[in-house]
């Protein structure tokens, strides 16, 4: 017997990740759309496939009503999946209603802070409840982080730009402190101060992460997403960098994390949790 197709409900649906889950989902032969939310009044009852740019209407109109869609969503024989592209203002209380409705949350919504993330990840435990939490869903990004772990081996002195739409609400981006946290936990300090700075200008020297990291912001029209890491020593420079062109590149990421939490009974944070 054919295993029955995943139910998905998609926050965030009328924004530009949230169609081209839609595309990515209304492609993949193992889950289904069942509903779509979005804050946006101009794309209320719109058909949620249109939006998308699908040749053909999916019969799952946009609505603002996210609580009665979780609801409706946990009435599903299968186990619901709910994926977040929203906001960093409404994410935490997203994650917290869908764990309540028995939902699993697929998040890719950044600006959670870290006890915010450490109680969203108590509530999953309590409710056993599978929660993915991925501040990028890009394969490319996780080999970079990776690639950083290796040099920080061998280079005492990093810095994180990452540059993004000029759309974007949170700054530093989730995969920005996350590279930092990760490079944090090899153990060591970097940038070990040669002079006494002075900032002329009040956050010059970017944001300071744990271990001496620091991370530098840049939003502009005509971006999408990317992220420089790059080592300094003595007469070399390394730097790794990671381009997205076309937001297509995180579905095979978000598709994965639908079929992943659906097997999970706790919160896990980061794409290479999973792989």
């Given at each position: 017997?054919?295993?029955?197709?995943?139910?998905?409900?998609?926050?965030?649906?009328?924004?530009?990740?949230?169609?081209?889950?839609?595309?990515?989902?209304?492609?993949?032969?193992?889950?289904?759309?069942?509903?779509?939310?979005?804050r946006n009044p101009q794309y209320q009852d719109r058909?949620?496939?249109?939006?998308?740019?699908?040749?053909?209407?999916?019969?799952?109109?946009?609505?603002?009503?996210?609580?009665?869609?979780?609801?409706?969503?946990?009435?599903?024989?299968?186990?619901?999946?709910?994926?977040?592209f929203t906001h960093p203002s409404s994410i935490y209380n997203n994650i917290r209603s869908a764990i309540a409705y028995g939902v699993r949350p697929v998040v890719?919504?950044?600006?959670?802070?870290?006890?915010?993330?450490?109680?969203?990840?108590?509530?999953?435990?309590?409710?056993?409840?599978?929660?993915l939490i991925i501040p990028n869903f890009s394969i490319g990004m996780v080999l970079l982080q990776q690639a950083a772990v290796a040099a920080s081996q061998y280079f005492d002195h990093v810095e994180i730009i990452e540059l993004h739409h000029n759309q974007k609400a949170d700054a530093p981006s989730g995969t920005a402190i996350q590279t930092a946290e990760i490079l944090a936990e090899m153990g060591k300090p970097f940038n070990p101060a040669l002079v006494e700075e002075t900032e002329k200008l009040p956050g010059a020297r970017g944001s300071l992460a744990k271990e001496g990291i620091r991370i530098h912001s840049i939003r502009l029209p005509g971006l999408i997403a990317h992220q420089e890491v790059i080592f300094g020593a003595a007469g070399q420079v390394y730097t790794l960098r990671h381009d997205t062109s076309d937001?297509?590149?995180?579905?095979?990421?978000?598709?994965?994390?639908?079929?992943?939490?659906?097997?999970l009974k706790s919160l896990i944070y980061g794409l290479e949790k999973i792989l």
């Open positions: 017997m054919a295993q029955a197709p995943i139910p998905v409900l998609v926050n965030g649906a009328a924004g530009k990740m949230g169609r081209e889950v839609i595309r990515a989902i209304a492609q993949s032969t193992d889950m289904t759309l069942v509903g779509a939310v979005d058909d949620a496939g249109e939006l998308a740019g699908l040749s053909e209407p999916l019969e799952i109109p946009i609505t603002n009503q996210f609580e009665p869609m979780l609801a409706f969503a946990a009435q599903e024989k299968q186990p619901a999946v709910m994926v977040d890719g919504t950044t600006g959670l802070s870290t006890e915010q993330i450490a109680e969203l990840a108590d509530f999953a435990d309590k409710a056993s409840t599978g929660c937001r297509a590149c995180y579905m095979p990421g978000v598709l994965l994390a639908i079929r992943k939490v659906l097997l």
